[in-house]
């Protein structure tokens, strides 16, 4: 009986330590494993499995520039009419600056006269995820890429047919690849 009684205490200690652990988030092998996501390829015209995109801080300031980081990881907006994108026309599909995944067509791209490129909507509902966002005094849908959690822009309810959606990103969160 006191054998059982010591197992069950040691399990209750063991259980509640690793709580902490992951409440205090000191144990990034254990907060930071990624997960299998289903995605939309452009390349393979089809939906595959992936694994999130998790990074630190360092690692993240490694890869990108610090204008991306800014957008991608820190929630910034670019200057209006500054972005690579903004008035862009060719043809092919928008990646994530962070992580490559497939976000937009350029079919689905049009002026909004805003200064940032617009788009009707995503390559596929799961390639991005949107959150509530309350900052700036206003409440507004942000627009996040499913693999990385990077932020893209926001998503609007004043965009025109079919979708009557826009799709207001930063071209610094983008990645332009042309296709045929």
Known sequence: MKKATFLAGLLTVLVASVLVVLESGKDSAIVNAASRI????AEKGTYVMSDEVVKTKEEWKKILTPEQFHVLREKGTERAFT????TSH??????????????FRSEDKFESGTGWPSFTAPIAK???KTEV???????RTEVLCRRCGGHLGHVFNDGPKPTGLRYCMNSAALQFVATK
């Open 90 to 103: 060719e043809h092919g599909i928008y990646r994530c600056a962070g992580c490559g995944l497939d976000l």
């Open 83 to 86: 972005g690579k994108y903004a």
């Open 38 to 41: 289903k995605v939309f390829s």
């Open 133 to 139: 966002d309350r900052s700036w005094f206003t409440t």
């Open 126 to 128: 799961e390639n991005v």
